[in-house]
């Protein structure tokens, strides 16, 4: 019988191997069905920008009421920054920083979140800071088993702007410490991982 202690460290383990297995699995599922193959996937969505992400230094994601065991509506927003962009077939090369505003409700807890309903606005800058308009992408995953209910914001489609009608996938990896959640509760959090627009 593992003693009290030992409790929350085992739930933030189990946490954080379930997020780990949604950053993979978050890439595949907004570019096809999930009964197709793995490697049959890979060939039909082709890459066209890849970014590093941050939450910005002072403005972490934020849960409103805070997250808990108990599943319960809770608004999520947050504001990202875009780095290091990508274009692997070119087209979108002038594409090179980003900042990025997300917001939305859901049913949420500590291990997870469903329900979920918002949008997520990008701004798009060139080398020289130049604003080169903003995308708009709306959600398509409506749940998700993670920590951080604001993985789904990142798992959706492009309505209109630059990089119109083509998928994200994405995922939020915690820089900050979330074991409270299953104890006191989180409010917020700072994170670092990847943005991926496929076509």
């Known amino acids: 019988m593992p003693s009290p202690r030992s409790r929350p460290t085992k739930v933030s383990r189990a946490i954080k191997a379930a ?5 993979a699995l978050t890439a595949l599922a907004t570019s096809a069905p999930a009964s197709v193959p793995a490697s049959t996937i890979q060939h039909k969505a082709a890459e066209t920008l890849r970014c590093r992400l ?19 509506t809770t608004k999520v927003s947050g504001s990202l920054k ?10 979108y090369a002038q594409l090179r920083t980003g900042s990025g505003e997300a917001s939305g409700t859901g049913q949420a807890s500590c291990g997870g979140a469903s329900g979920i309903n918002g949008s997520a606005a990008i701004t798009w800058y060139d080398r020289s800071g130049r604003s080169l308009g903003t995308s708009t992408l709306k959600p398509t995953l409506r749940s998700v088993n993670s920590y951080n209910p604001a993985d789904s914001f990142l798992a959706g489609e492009v309505t209109r702007g630059p990089l119109a009608h083509l998928h994200a996938a994405g995922s939020i990896t915690p820089t900050s410490d979330v074991t409270a959640c299953t104890s006191s509760g989180l409010r917020s959090l700072h994170g670092t991982g990847t943005l991926r627009f496929l076509r």
């Open 54 to 72: 941050r939450t910005v230094p002072g403005h972490p994601i934020t849960f409103t009421p805070k997250l808990t065991l108990q599943p319960r």
């Open 82 to 91: 875009l780095t290091d962009c990508t274009s692997p077939d070119g087209k």
């Open 19 to 23: 997020a780990t297995t949604l950053m």
